[in-house]
């Protein structure tokens, strides 16, 4: 499926993950989108496996960043925001959780006609362990930052591009992807949540998600950010 004229470029983060890498480009070898359609991240990988895939395996429907030192799930998006050419932004992970196909023909039938848009998919066919665990989240959250929050974990995302320049330290852990949600509530953003499909992860584990405790102490750390996220909301695009 090609669609012309996407103003759009999806970011992709890797950080020691070769095999979910190498999966990820051959199933991007066999897609036909615009040139640079996907940016692929290693974000501070401890060998240069990546980059070795990376340059075997090169088409030019994706294309190829590097940050010499990890920068966190939140601060290795937006240091690959810089290198996006059109005027939005996506990301997703690279834990082949979400077929790339699925997620560009997602966005891409969306129509990207306002600055003030923010795309954040809902998750569906999920364990229902996991999907018990986001509502529990989605509740507890909703109270303490006095917006409604529903699949805060939810992605891709999409926003627009002027939304990096904001010159204020965005979260550079996985609480990134609530801060940019919370960010849109308060400002008023027109908020789109299409639906796609997960499923089990392909290669590797989790860097964060190791268990109840890890994912408990995210939420403590997500919900100590309140008045900090706040403040940065004030700043407008």
Not at 29 to 42: C, G, Q, R, S, V
Not at 45 to 54: F, G, M, P, V, Y
Not at 102 to 117: G, N
Request: glycine share 6%.
């Amino acid at each position: 499926m090609v669609l012309k004229d996407n103003n759009f470029q999806i970011v992709v983060p890797f950080y020691n993950d070769e095999d979910s890498f190498e999966t990820f480009v051959e199933i991007l070898n066999k897609m036909e989108t615009e040139d640079n359609a996907f940016i692929l991240l290693d974000n501070g990988s401890d060998t240069n496996e990546i980059k070795k895939i990376a340059e075997n395996k090169r088409k030019n429907n994706w294309t190829f960043v590097r940050s010499e030192k990890n920068l966190g799930f939140g601060g290795g998006i937006k240091y690959a925001a810089e290198f996006v050419e059109k005027e939005f932004v996506a990301w997703m992970p690279g834990n082949l959780k979400l077929n790339p196909s699925d997620v560009y023909e997602v966005i891409a039938k969306q129509k990207l006609d306002e600055k003030y848009l923010y795309i954040k998919c809902a998750r569906k066919n999920r364990p229902k362990i996991d999907h018990l665990k986001t509502r529990i989240f989605g509740i507890i959250a909703s109270i303490y930052f006095g917006k409604k929050i529903f699949d805060a974990g939810g992605t891709p995302n999409l926003i627009h591009k002027d939304f990096f320049s904001i010159e204020k330290d965005f979260p550079k852990d996985f609480s990134f992807d609530v801060f940019v949600y919370y960010y849109c509530l308060l400002n008023s953003f027109k908020i789109k949540r299409p639906s796609i499909s997960y499923k089990t992860r392909v290669h590797g584990e989790s860097h964060w998600q190791k268990g109840l405790i890890s994912e408990i102490k995210l939420t403590f750390n997500i919900l100590k950010y309140k008045k900090q996220w706040k403040d940065i909301s004030k700043i407008k695009i």
